[in-house]
Each structure stands twice: as C-alpha cells, then as structure tokens.
C-alpha cells in the first residue's frame, strides 16, 4: 500500500478535539470538510483561504487537478506515439484537428484539463477561455513523423438551465462539429466522461475516431471495454470519498495535527483501517489530494463498479451525523460514482450522513436545505459556486 505524501507538514494548523459533539459543540467550532469542489475564486483560481481558515477543523478533500491534466494530456499523445500518421490523420491533410468540449470555463478542475490537454497537444496559448483562437499551433508525435495540431473548436458546455458540464449540449454540439468540420475532425477531447458519453450518443459521431474523457465513471469504463471510448481517468472516487469521510471522523474521535490526515490514510487508524490508494497533503491550502489514472483498453478492469477499497472496514466508533451537500443531483459523475462510494464508506465509519442535494445552478438549492445544523457533528460540502464558501460557514456562527 502506498503511503501518503505530506507536503510542508510542519504548517499543519491543529485540529480541534471533537470527542462529543451534537449540542454540546457550538456549529462553529465543527468539523467542516469541502470536498470535489475547491473554494476558490473562479476568475483567477486563488483558493479561498478565508474560508478554508474557517476553523482549525475545515479541510478539503479532492484529487491532484493540475495532475490529472497533465494525465489526460499524456494519455492523448501515447495514443498517437502508437499510430501510424496514415492510422490518424483522415484526410491526410497533415493535420490533427480536434474539439474540445469545456464543462465549467471557472472551475478550477475544468481549466487544468483543458491546460493539460493543450499542453499536451503543444496548443498552449496561456489562455484557458473556449474558441480557437485562444489556441496556437502544435504538434504531436506519431509512430513514424510528426503531425500538426489544430483546434477547430471549444466549448463551454452550458445547458439552456444554466447548468454546466451539460452532456445533453455535448451531443447537440458533436452534431454541430460533425457537420462542420467533416473530414477534418480527427479528434475528440472532454473535460468530463459525461460529456464524452454525450458526443458518442450522437447519430453524427464519426465512427472510429479517437475519444477521451475524466472521470473513468462506469459507463464510461464500459465504454472503453467495447472501444467505444478511446481514453479515460480515474480520479480515483473512491479514495476521494473514504478520504472525505476518514477526516471527519479522525476530527470527530479527538485527532488533532498531522493524525488528522495521517490516521487511515498513510497509516492505519485506531480501527485498523488504512486507505490503499495513495494521497497527498497540501499544508499551504489545507487539502488532501488522492492521484490519478490512465484508464485504457489494457487496464480498464482494474477499475469496473463496485471495486471498493478492502483496507476499510466496519469501526466500533460511536456514531455520529454528518449533513453533506451535493451541488448538482443530476451531475454524472457525483450521482454515479462518488455518492455510491460515499453510502458505501459512511456506515462502516459509523457516520450517519443525511444527504442535501441541489439542481446545479442556483447556490440556494443547496443553502436552503444546508439547516438545522445543532442535529449535526459534522458539514461535508459540495457548492454550486466554488466562490460560495462563505454563504455555508455563515450560517454556522
């Protein structure tokens, strides 16, 4: 099992001693874990340490998004290191050109993909906004020479509701881009596996031609078993949703300092429990971040649903509530995947999660049910607005 990297320990601010929480502990001195989406600002990306300096007890839990980027961008270019330049470029005009679906233009997660993807591509331009022309000119290696890059096309993919990471405007876009660009679409590129299902739902989906997605969600790993999705990667759900769980309960049984987000993670807690993916400790933003994985045709079985991490098991620890928001009910990834590992994990850590879910788009579908915070130990949150950190943590002064 591998172990957890601690980046810059020595900071590590001190969690508070939650031994007995309920009514006995003010809703502002509890246990409050952001998880999936960063509190940060949208525009810029700075991470919103007003918030995250909440209290001694408010963490992130994610994964390595700049890393996963530069994954997906890997991912792409060994497919065509693989390829004859003849296998790749269809109309043998000596140009890849590829599209590129967005799923949230201020979400910092969607804006590291799409830098990996067109780092990877040598598409760069310092800019992450949607269009070609925030794009330049690249290359990518093939078996036998060297082919240029084009972006045709990016998009933001926003629903007529306002919500983004919309699959359904993927596929009414992948007919746009069928009839668009023809021939000359060699590629096809997503911020998200939802998305990506979206564009192969299409009638117009040019058959055959290279797709890569994030998130390695089920379906989506179906999809690469039967060579239908070319690519994939697992931001490893699981250790993200035993992570989230696991800090809360370390701060609910006492843990303080680097037990926090040391015991069951990189160590094994007082349970025996120990999670088996690795993750990683960022002191400076408080987060704890699980790594991610190329999932192709060679190793998609390792990641098939169901698969769940052996190294946790049922705790004899005191039973305690968690409220826990979820930004969007519909979202593919969150519905799929990290909720079911969430129901999954939180009985065997003895955490009685009430589960607040919301539409996607207005930050009050999850504020409004984010009450009667005295019945709870413990906040996990999931926003609407990665800028919304504070519209949670006010309500618990």
Known sequence: MKKVALIGLGALLLGATLTSCGSSVKNADKPVVFYNRQP?????GDIDMKTMNWNNSTYYVGFDAAGGGAVQGKLITDYFAKKTVAEVDKNGDGIIGYVLCIGDAGHNDSKARTKGIRQALKTWN?????GRSNTKEGTVACKDGELKVVELDSREMKGTDGSTWNANEATNQMGNWATQFGNQLDLVVSNNDGMAMGCLSNSAYPKGTPIFGYDANSDAVEAVSRGELTGTVSQNVDAQAAGT?????????????EDVIKKGISESDKYG????AEMTYETKTKALLAQNVAVTIDNWTQFQEGARDKGIKQIN???KKVLLTVYNAGDNFLSSSYVPALE???PLLNLDVTY???DGQSESSCIDKFINLENYDAFAINMVKTNSGADYTSKLK
Do not use: E, F
Request: charged content about 25%; hydrophobic content about 30%; aromatic content about 8%.
């Open 126 to 130: 310092d800019k992450y906004d949607a």
């Open 273 to 276: 429990n120990k999670i088996s």
């Open 317 to 319: 620890g005191d039973k």
């Open 40 to 44: 940060s600002n949208p525009q810029t």
């Open 245 to 257: 769980l696991q800090v809360i309960r370390n701060l609910l049984d006492g843990l303080t300092g």
């Open 344 to 346: 999954y994990y939180a």
């Open 356 to 358: 607040a879910k919301g």
